[in-house]
């Protein structure tokens, strides 16, 4: 029990200082962008891209944020084109928050800064480190419940709601 407690300890610590780095990465990634986006409300883009429209509490929810400040931040958004307002497909009465073509080009330019980023840090690391770090980061992923990058990275649209190249 005890050496499960340490072992715990440990690799909590090491996560810890690992998304210390990562955050720092992510945090660079947006500046300069021209609409001066926030991390959180990066989150909300990305939160947008990996599961689609969404209705404002449901979005809140996802992004960890109360339902007034989703919206404050959603304004926010829509202030700078990157989201919209739209009516859902499947009711009409609701409304679902959904990208715009800004909106997936922004998302696209910080994750391929980030891309490059923590490329050159992967660079750094012996192919063994490498080996054993892949493993250890998709299980950690999965546990937290975060959608594997190629469900989405690969998959965003030229419109929203739709599949095509990231690129496009």
Known sequence: ???DDAEREEVTSALLLASRALVAIAARSLDDLEDGVTLEQHRALV???????QNLTTLASNVGVTTSTGNRLVNRLIDL???ERTRSSDSG????????RHGQRTVTKVME?????VARVVDALSPDQRRGIVDALNAFAEASGEPPEQSWALGWGSEPGTTASPTS
């Open 93 to 100: 009465r609701e409304v679902v928050i959904a990208l715009t």
């Open 1 to 3: 029990m005890e050496t």
């Open 47 to 53: 939160v947008l891209t990996t599961r689609g429209p």
């Open 81 to 83: 084109g990157l989201v």
């Open 113 to 117: 800064r980030r891309r490059r980023e």
